[in-house]
């Protein structure tokens, strides 16, 4: 209260020009973007503040020589019925595409080349990615004691339940994919809390989900097709389109030192523009950036609590967008291709969004994604751009089998030093620390990935539940 008294008192001055709103949102990323739509629909004021200046995020869609290409997330998954419902309200200003058939093909890299992740019995019986002894082995997974310690890794997981290969070939593999992480050091519960779920709940893996497919789905779960999506015309087009609803005189872009303090019954935050230094009262405040960017944007929260939650380790990663008019009829009819750990290449994998979605890349040409570094390889990350770009050319030849005299038209690099959140053994106390704050601090939301998962669909769940909270909408 003496805190709270003296916050009061020492900025008195500040709020006499004070705009006022019932939310502020802390960020224009697809969290915050979400939450301020949802929001703004049901005519709550709501204004969101962004230190770039331009709305999105990590989501940012470029346009260039017949190409449409995305520096950040290149698709998401409809895991929820959320994810539906947003594109529904929205109502033809942006249209969810789901991804073509043929592209359901995964791939992981062995050897010299690509095979197919197996998607039966009989290719997960020939397939050469799994020892024969851990092919047998799966047979017995249904039958194998349940784990018991809740801080368990996925490795450790994957290594008890279904083998060594099957680690080394799928688990590690798809984890590069999704967290370029470190399978020994994502915890399970919080990293793959669906997966841990299953064995906890029913045994097995195997068990769990032919129990989860026979359990009735009403209406409203088959909303979730769990069919990759992205939106025709570029990712942008959500962030754009719900950002237009919000409008502009509701969203500062380029907001510099922002700072979140309690102010009687309600929050004060302060901020400086071009126009100078600026001050806005809320009835609630919703943070949804980096942990990294919480200890300068909330210093009222004690040192020993925030360092719980700021010590959230992220993966660096480049994203290298390729384009060829002409693939001289090569055709590359799969999601993609991931690359084990254990193969020693410079690269996490390779995605093909022309292959999933139309308009990508010119009629007989292609676009592919590159993933560099991660949490195992963050020194690549900080290549030169032309040794990065000669990489990116050396595995186009290796891995994708193009004639060596054929030259990408495009090229184009994107860092990330914050890219992915990893979900480590931390987590555990980030996450009760949060809840904690919440309760002492009423009217303050800590959201965004450093919690509830990474995805573009666990961001628009997240982002739904809050918006959900404030209002009956």
Known sequence: MEHQLTTNLSHKEDTQNAHTVDVLVIGAGLTGLTIGFLLALSEKKVHILEKADRVGGQIRTFREKGFIYESGPNTGVNSYPEIFELFEILDGDCIMETAREESKRRLIWKGDRFHALPSGLFSAITTPLFTLGDKFRILGEPFRAKGNNPDESVGELAVRR????????????????????????????????????????????????????????????????????????????????????????????????????????????????????????????????????????????????????????????????????????????????????????????????????????????????FFIGGVKHADLTTWPEEELKALVKRELHAMLKLPAEAEPDMIRIFRHEHAIPQYEQSSGARLETIDELQTRYPGLTLAGNIKDGIGMADRIRQATEIANEITDF
């Not at 068990?207 to 999506?229: E, M």
């Not at 502009?248 to 009687?264: E, F, G, K, Q």
């Not at 001050?279 to 980096?290: K, L, Y």
């Not at 939650?309 to 002409?326: C, E, K, T």
Request: with cysteine.
């Open 162 to 369: 279904l083998g060594k290969s099957f680690l080394q070939y799928a688990v590690d593999p798809f984890l590069s994919g999704v967290y370029a992480g470190d399978p020994m050091k994502l915890v399970t519960r919080y990293a793959l809390p669906k997966l841990y779920n299953l064995e906890q709940q029913y045994g097995s893996f195997i068990r769990g989900t032919i129990a989860k497919a026979r359990q009735p789905k009403t209406a409203y779960d088959r909303l979730a097709t769990k069919k990759v999506f992205s939106v025709e015309g570029g990712l942008d087009r959500l962030t754009d389109a719900m950002a237009a609803v919000i409008q502009p005189h509701h969203i500062t872009l380029s907001a510099a030192d922002v700072t979140i303090r309690p102010y009687a019954d309600k929050w004060m935050a302060t901020y400086s523009t071009a126009d100078g230094e600026q001050t806005i009262i809320a009835e609630r405040v919703i943070t949804t950036t980096g942990a990294y960017t919480l200890p300068a944007l909330l210093p009222f929260i004690p040192k020993e609590k925030m360092d719980l939650i700021s010590n959230l380790h992220y993966a660096p990663v480049v994203q290298a967008s390729v384009g060829f008019r002409n693939t001289g009829g090569l055709r590359f009819d799969a999601f993609g291709g991931l690359v084990p750990s254990c193969e020693k290449k410079e690269v996490l994998g390779i995605l093909f969004p022309s292959a999933c979605f139309a308009g990508r890349a010119p009629e007989g040409g292609a676009l592919f994604s």
